[in-house]
């Protein structure tokens, strides 16, 4: 098995020591507003980002390429407080400080506390509708960070803001961008150039299908999937090759509004990225019964000469890709489907 | 994409020649008995054949290990003719000569004839049940080429019946043994080294469980997929290695009979087969959303401490493994279900 992994030169405080420079640290107080406020939207991958190459800064081991759902996203305002722990409201319902959600949150913002005393309250509003089946940790995290930009008014640069929100989760760097956004591997072991940046175009015929499968929890995490996957698939071994084309040709598919091209590569990249979790022991299979007739009736439509092309992340949900021409035979083929339009006006 | 094509260094017939040697051609009338007979198992792989590095010789692109199943195969009765063509009876029913089966077997025992003008009579019955969702092409070119050399009194060792069965289907050339057979890959361009033997131990308390999810018509055939996946799947790069390193891995498990190494081996090297399929493009998906309800039953048995792993060929249905201690558990959760033991006395 090939050795994916690469040792950080930073730990995450001296990367977000290096990132935010001089504006941090205990001085941070006299600037701070009361309030802080970020907002970002959820992102779907249409070249899909699967495995780490080094976990504590979450360093890819391929590039991605994301499209962002306008008004689906999270919102968070931010303050600092002299309680003992930080207060984290969640959709207008307090979490316990050792719910899980919270722990994870606290210890982001561990990386961006001016004292060790310092304590954050968070009021953080997913305005994903929980039937879409999309996850909200990569606008959460790019919430969160524009949260402690606005706070703090450290004025960062977008690219930074991405690098912080990496941090929290990897595909969260993707969410600081609406439209398309894509996000450099790097090659540098302090994941200083490892960040997602805007491609520059609008695709107004574009439409996103959410289409629900299931919203259970999740069987195994992202995180813990990839390792999985990292760890024990062979298959994995030729992945990131075609990662790295599937990107280029998916690029290239979204400059020259070659729709096909888009649509099959998103597809074969999804499938693909499915296919090493399942070939990996003891095998990660996050489809439900339901996904596989969902893509069957995908391929059918197909077949009858409809342009729909399916991507899927990790979970059993399928997001649909199509042009707004299509838009009443998806409807009346799928019925109960949220259609996003993400660049329309 | 790598290219894992070899040029075949003999025509199918003179790969025939070769092997049947000087017992071919007009002079095997005077040998040929009135009626031949063969009767071969079908057989399960526990490390999978998937992909063709020549497609006119069946050369595979990697080796494979299989058990049979004792009283599921094929029956088949061999006569020469005076006829203008081939006649064909499958099951009690005379195929038309057009007919895609009786097509392929035609073409096949063109290979056969010792005159341009021997016609031959081909009475076969398959004791697979039809719900039991087994490929009955390997236990069925198995049982002509027994037949074959039971009318031309050819007298052939087992290991050339296998490269003969080899051109009829590939995984054909398992079903000449009983119990557990290794196809080897073999390296010549001429194919002659590229044959089944048996590897020479029982295992009485195997079970094999035959779950049936579908028996409709496969979209996309075997010779086809294969041949879909070998050019345009990028994981199926890394498959050879894995496909060769789970072989050797199932032979230790049989020797040793180490049922744990068998069952985890076999289900994720089934599984990264089926992922090589889904990776290809268009996807190739055997699987119905059944077979997902199945996975997911027999990996929450295991949860439970039931010892209960399954492997899947191109097609919808599971094959479970399991030892004897575990069938009422099996019985239990899957009610309709067939049992084999392979080596029941």
């Known amino acids: 098995m090939k050795d994916f992994s690469q040792s950080a030169s930073l730990s995450p405080q001296a990367f977000v020591n290096q990132v935010i420079g001089h504006r941090s640290g205990v001085n941070a107080f006299s600037q701070a507003k009361s309030r802080g406020f970020g907002e970002a939207p959820v992102n779907i991958a249409l070249s899909k980002y699967w495995g780490k190459r080094e976990t504590s800064l979450n360093l890819p081991i391929n590039g991605s390429v994301s499209i962002s759902l306008p008004g689906l996203g999270t919102q968070t305002e931010l303050a600092l407080s002299e309680g003992k722990h930080d207060q984290i409201v969640l959709n207008d ?28 309250q968070v009021d953080t509003h997913n305005t994903v509708p929980t039937a879409a089946g999309l996850a909200s940790s990569a606008s959460g995290y790019a919430a969160l960070v524009l949260a402690l930009d606005d706070l703090f008014q450290w004025q960062l640069s977008t690219d930074k803001l991405s690098l912080l929100a990496r941090l929290g989760s990897g595909s969260a760097c993707r969410s600081l961008y609406p439209g398309f956004a ?21 695709w107004p015929d574009l439409c996103i299908g959410l289409l629900k499968v299931d919203i259970g929890e999740k069987a195994v995490g992202s995180t813990v999937g990839m390792q999985q996957t990292v760890e024990t698939c062979e298959l994995y071994q030729a992945w990131p090759e075609q990662a790295e084309n599937d990107l280029k040709s998916i690029q290239a598919a979204i400059l020259e509004q070659d729709f096909e091209r888009l649509g099959q590569t998103a597809e074969h990249n999804a ?32 077949q009858q000469g409809v342009a729909v092309y399916f991507t ?15 838009k009443p035979a998806i409807m009346q083929a799928f019925g109960k489907i949220d259609v996003i339009e993400p660049f329309a006006i």
């Open 93 to 120: 319902h307090t979490l316990e400080p050792h719910a899980a959600f919270a722990q994870r949150l606290s210890r982001f913002l561990n990386l961006f506390r001016p004292t060790e005393h310092t304590i954050f």
């Open 182 to 202: 894509i996000w450099h591997r790097g090659e540098r072991s302090d994941g200083l150039d490892s960040y997602a940046e805007a491609i520059d175009t609008t």
């Open 271 to 302: 499938m693909s990225m499915h296919a090493t979790m399942m070939a990996t022991w003891p095998p990660i299979l996050y489809w439900q019964p339901e996904s596989v007739a969902a893509m069957q009736q995908v391929w059918q439509l197909r």
């Open 312 to 326: 899927m992340d990790a979970g059993p949900n399928l997001k649909l890709l199509f042009l707004k021409q299509e």
